[in-house]
């Protein structure tokens, strides 16, 4: 396995394979296990390769407090205390078991972002295929660690981080973990602006870090994950809901089962589009060939006659001389008799 490359469930992830896509369940649920159940059949359907949960409680991901700092100013989410939103987004841990037996049954992945060392220890006991650290995690080096430690493949987002932040990240997990590493570029702006991706960074990351790197997509629509699997992505990470109108935390910026079908699609065009660096002839191209143009007697030519722009001209189809030789027949005289719809030859030339 180079540095380039991860497997999770035993599918490869990396530049030589189609882009992996993640639907990312979080909040969507609603609180109901069956709407939980039916997204991850809806993502199976949509064609996605994994669904992700998110591990924690509003007790292990804040306190309930209501001082500065604890309640939200702004966004999507302005005026709501951290606690009383994580307390209606959070996924009741007992649900994870009868969602891992779903997958095994759909045949889908399924792994989650843990948000403290007790979710870790939760999700082992799953035999969960990989972690994923989300962007507001990732500056807990001890948590990054410990799932690292785990000897599973890890997925860290590095929305709001620095390059220095990202290197302590990288370079925690890879002292504790060699089951492989992959950085997903991330703006945590909900929904992201268009303007705010920079998917340059994507190709950067990667030669930075030695690492196969994807896109953690907040945008809203499709085009962004598609536009950044042809800068090099190897995984989108989209949220996904059932309906944005049964509301939710995170429906706002979530795809329907339509939206991600046709953003499957797309990015695996996108790959499939990029290929490699590349002048050969393509098979599908190379009936047209003789198509181009070339130079043909466009009016009869007796022997001896010089021949000129009059009847001598650039054409298609593509049987003659290239167009390029133009000047160097223009003055000869031909050889032969020469009938109108003939492709010029050097031995129809006389020098």
């Not at 987004?89 to 049954?105: K, N, T």
């Not at 340059?200 to 953690?216: M, N, Q």
């Amino acid at each position: 396995m180079t540095a380039r490359m991860i497997t999770i469930d035993d599918r490869p992830i990396g530049p030589e394979h189609p882009p992996y896509v993640i639907a990312e369940m979080s909040a969507n649920h609603g609180g109901r296990l069956e709407r939980a159940l039916a997204i991850m059949d809806a993502a199976k359907a949509a064609g996605a390769d994994a669904i992700k949960l998110q591990t924690y409680t509003a007790d292990t991901i804040t306190i309930d407090h209501d001082g500065p700092g604890f309640r939200i100013e702004g966004g999507l989410w302005d005026g709501r205390s951290l606690y009383d939103l994580y307390q209606e987004a959070y996924m009741p841990w007992e649900w994870h078991e009868p969602l891992f037996a779903r997958a095994r049954e759909l045949g889908i992945t399924v792994f989650s972002s843990p948000f403290d060392p007790t979710a870790i220890d939760f999700l082992q006991r799953l035999e969960v295929p990989a972690y994923k650290i989300a962007s507001f995690e990732m500056v807990d080096l001890p948590l990054v660690e410990r799932a690292a430690a785990t000897g599973k493949p890890l997925i860290i987002s590095t929305g709001m981080a620095g390059l220095g932040e990202i290197t302590e990240a990288v370079d925690a997990a890879r002292r504790v973990g060699d089951a492989g590493l992959c950085l997903l570029h991330c703006i945590s702006g909900y929904p992201t602006p268009v303007e705010d991706c920079h998917l340059k960074t994507i190709r950067h990351l990667s030669e930075a870090f030695d690492a196969p790197v994807g896109l953690s997509d907040h945008t809203l629509g499709t085009t962004v994950s598609v536009a950044a699997v042809a800068l090099g992505a190897c995984v989108i990470e989209k949220h996904f809901t059932l309906s944005r109108a049964d509301g939710g935390a995170d429906s706002a910026f979530s795809l329907e089962p339509e939206e991600l079908k046709v953003l499957v699609r797309g990015v695996r065009d996108a790959w499939a589009a990029s290929g490699d660096v590349s002048y050969r002839l393509q098979s599908s191209e190379a009936g047209f060939r003789d198509s181009r143009r070339s130079l043909y007697v466009v009016r009869d030519v007796t022997a001896g006659e010089q021949l000129t722009d009059d009847n001598v001209r650039s054409i298609r189809p593509g049987y003659g001389l290239a167009p390029k030789h133009l000047p160097q027949v223009l003055g000869k005289r031909a050889r032969r008799d020469l009938k109108k719809g003939t492709p010029l030859a050097w031995t129809m030339i006389d020098e």
